[in-house]
């Protein structure tokens, strides 16, 4: 196991590459932010209190997230292929298991299971683009906006036709491949994302709860956190980076030669937190001002912001542009979720890039039914008290995700030899190698552990 290979002549990719380092930041930049960070993100922190919750989640992200990202973007560098293959692949090159390759398995499943619901959520975004450009949240009241969102989610044809909307959306950009889908997509929708985000939040200073909202968000009150808050702020910084499934592999697969991997992935988690810090500043001073509960949940977006740019003078303008931002998070995020099932069918059933986003997109278009239905049909069948969507959001965030996470971590801190993640990850110093293979081989995945037993009930 620790017998130090032979370096490996340099693989291609079958499925292209990024033109530069800047698009795959850009790429995987875009994968990351999503909703987790514009909806998830300052749902979580209203819920847990705040400042002490944002902090924990920004050592999370730093010390494990910044390791793993690395190690997820290293395995996808040496393999060059889809996840499942390059696990294959990397294994059988460090003479490891072949079961390594249910990495790639994990992943891959959990990527379509996760982008049925994510694309439902999607789907409701653009119906939200439509509702406030049509002025439907004009002078509306708290339970008016309840209404609304109650009245549009329990009409499963309704969310049904949107979600088939996104699903197209996205598949039409995957079939177009790395270079002239995913890279063209980003380029243009990654600038429009942070202008619009700033603009959002140039609405809030104007709000005068700007310094109330700052105050909540970083003055740190450390008896506000328990020990669920800080697995949960650990939980949301894997989910937020798009962690533990081979979004990041898959990325990195296409990763040119020579490419920093400690920097590209300290700007790709500094970009994610900074777009999660910038969401929660554009939206709780609208909460605040408008003496909403920041801790309402996942709703927080949908059944109360509509109120405040009902109530807001131009709110028609910044009700459209907070959800054409928010589809457009949504949208590059759901493009990666799908690109490990998309490219194992095209290694292994030799199949065009066309047909393989076709069955993907079919496969994952049916699953969302699901979803959809839970909010209307279904909302009272549940399994372990859970709707279905409950039951794909626990099975995938809480189990599937950190357990891939423990065994990318196990894989690339003792598995690979240290010669060759050290000329992979070719890190110039040598402390910062010591650092990372420190906090690879002990640290994350013992941390990780410890989210696993507190999602399934043991700590
Ligand atoms: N990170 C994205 C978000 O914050 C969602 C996402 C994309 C994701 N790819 C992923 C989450 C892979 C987990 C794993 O919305």
């Known amino acids: 196991m620790s017998q130090p290979i032979p370096n490996t002549p340099e693989r291609q990719s079958i499925h292209g590459q990024w033109s530069s380092r800047w698009t795959f930041i ?16 300052p749902y979580l922190t209203g819920e847990h209190g705040g400042s ?36 294959q692949t990397l294994a059988e090159e460090t003479g490891g298991s072949q079961w390594w390759q249910i990495i790639g398995w994990s992943g891959t499943v959990a990527g379509v299971l996760i982008l049925s619901y994510y694309s439902v959520i999607g789907g409701w975004t653009i119906a939200y683009v439509f509702k406030s450009a049509g002025g ?20 499963p044809w309704i969310v049904f036709f949107w979600h088939s909307f996104f699903m197209v959306m996205t598949m039409v950009v995957v079939a177009r491949g790395v270079k002239s889908g995913l890279e063209k997509a980003v380029q243009f929708l990654m ?10 939040m140039g609405y809030s200073m104007t709000t005068g709860y700007f310094s109330k909202s700052l105050a909540f968000l970083f003055t740190p009150d450390f008896s506000r956190l328990s020990g669920t808050s800080m697995l949960t702020a650990m939980g949301q910084a894997f989910f937020s980076l798009s962690l533990g499934m081979g979004t990041i592999m898959i990325y990195g697969s296409y990763v040119p030669k020579g490419t920093s991997i400690a920097g590209t992935s300290c700007a790709i988690a500094g970009a994610d937190t900074a777009v999660a810090l910038i969401a929660g500043m554009a939206i709780f001073p609208i909460v605040f001002a408008n003496g909403m509960e920041p801790g309402a949940g996942p709703s927080l977006i949908f ?24 589809l457009v998070a949504a949208w590059t995020s759901s493009i990666s979720l799908i690109e490990p099932a998309v490219t194992l069918l095209i290694e292994r059933f030799a199949m065009t890039r066309a047909a393989a986003s076709f069955w993907c997109g079919v496969l994952t278009w049916l699953l969302g039914l699901g979803t959809i239905f839970s909010f209307n049909i279904w909302s009272g069948t549940t399994l372990f008290n859970m709707t279905f969507f409950g039951l794909l959001d626990f099975l995938t965030s809480n189990l599937m995700l950190p357990l891939g996470g423990i065994l990318i971590a196990v894989f690339a801190g003792w598995i ?3 010669d060759s993640s050290q000329s992979e990850l070719n890190i110039t110093n040598p402390r ?11 640290i994350a995945p013992i941390a990780v552990l410890i989210v696993l037993l507190h999602a399934v009930g043991f700590l």
């Open 26 to 41: 850009l790429a995987a930049t875009g994968a990351a932010v999503g909703l987790g960070n514009i909806w998830k993100f």
């Open 432 to 442: 910062g190698y010591k650092a990372w293979i420190l906090l690879i081989r002990f």
């Open 136 to 155: 439907l949240f004009h002078g509306a009241t708290a339970e008016g906006a309840q209404q609304l969102f109650e009245d549009f989610v329990s009409s």
């Open 303 to 326: 059944q109360t912001l509509p109120v405040a740019f009902g109530q807001m003078t131009g709110g028609l303008v910044f009700g459209v542009l907070f959800f054409v931002l928010l």
């Open 191 to 200: 600038p429009a994302l942070f202008v619009l985000l700033l603009m959002v």
């Open 52 to 87: 002490a919750f944002v902090l924990v989640y920004m050592l999370c992200v730093a010390a494990l997230g910044i390791p793993m990202m690395m190690a997820e973007v290293m395995l996808g560098r040496r393999g060059r292929q889809s996840p499942v293959n390059t696990m």
């Open 416 to 418: 690979m030899t240290q």
